[in-house]
């Protein structure tokens, strides 16, 4: 259920467990901790797990979680998150602005 949990120190809600979510990257069997991955392959990363998430075929539910499909894939748990970057202000979210400098 959405919202059943407390937000983030970031006040973020139900960042994992919805859908699987696309990534830009594409797969490798050879993944490693690196930021740089393969500039070119026939599957794309997707992360995180979703409400179909259970221990006989999905065990890995975080949002660390890692698997793959072909771009072309479509699945009712599979989707996207929209993003945008956003510089803290120290004026109006000081506790934002602080952790953010911080790391």
Same mark, same amino acid.
């Given at each position: &259920?959405?919202?059943?949990? $407390?937000?983030?120190?970031? %006040?973020?809600?139900? &960042? ?24 070119? %392959? +026939?599957? +794309? ?6 409400? &179909? ?17 072909? $771009? ?11 993003? +945008?970057?956003?510089? $803290? ?15």
């Amino acid at each position: &259920m959405v919202a059943s949990f $407390p937000n983030s120190s970031l %006040g973020l809600h139900d &960042m994992v467990g919805n859908v699987w979510e696309w990534t830009q990257d594409w797969f490798s069997t050879t993944h490693d901790s690196s930021l740089a991955g393969p500039t070119t %392959g +026939k599957d +794309k990363v997707k992360k995180g797990g979703s409400f &179909m998430c259970q221990k006989s075929f999905c065990y890995r539910y975080r949002c660390a979680a890692r698997s793959h499909n072909t $771009p072309d894939t479509s699945a009712y748990n599979l989707g996207f998150r929209c993003v +945008k970057s956003v510089s $803290p202000n120290p004026q109006t979210d000081p506790e934002l602005f602080q952790r953010k400098s911080e790391l």
